[in-house]
């Protein structure tokens, strides 16, 4: 079961790498669960994305994987 975060901020981080760059993505959110975090960082991600493109999203999250 995914459990409320009631003590304090939840965060989520993502990085993206493409030509030899890379850009750090965070946030945070009180009052969430730990599946709705992984879900944001993944989300966030791909709404950063400029143009079209491949994308090879790597998570060690499970509840992402198998929801995308």
């Known amino acids: 079961l995914d459990e409320l975060i009631r003590t304090e901020r939840a965060r989520w ?7 030899g760059k890379e850009k ?3 946030g945070a959110e009180r009052l969430t669960t730990n599946n709705r975090m992984e879900l944001t960082a993944a989300i966030e ?3 950063a994305l400029t143009r079209p493109c491949k994308v090879k999203l790597s998570t060690d999250s499970r509840y992402v994987m198998d929801g995308l």
């Not at 981080?13 to 493409?18: D, K, Q, S, T």
Request: glycine share 8%; charged share 25%.
């Open 13 to 19: 981080g993502a990085v993206i790498r493409a030509r």
């Open 24 to 26: 750090e993505l965070s």
């Open 45 to 47: 991600a791909l709404n």
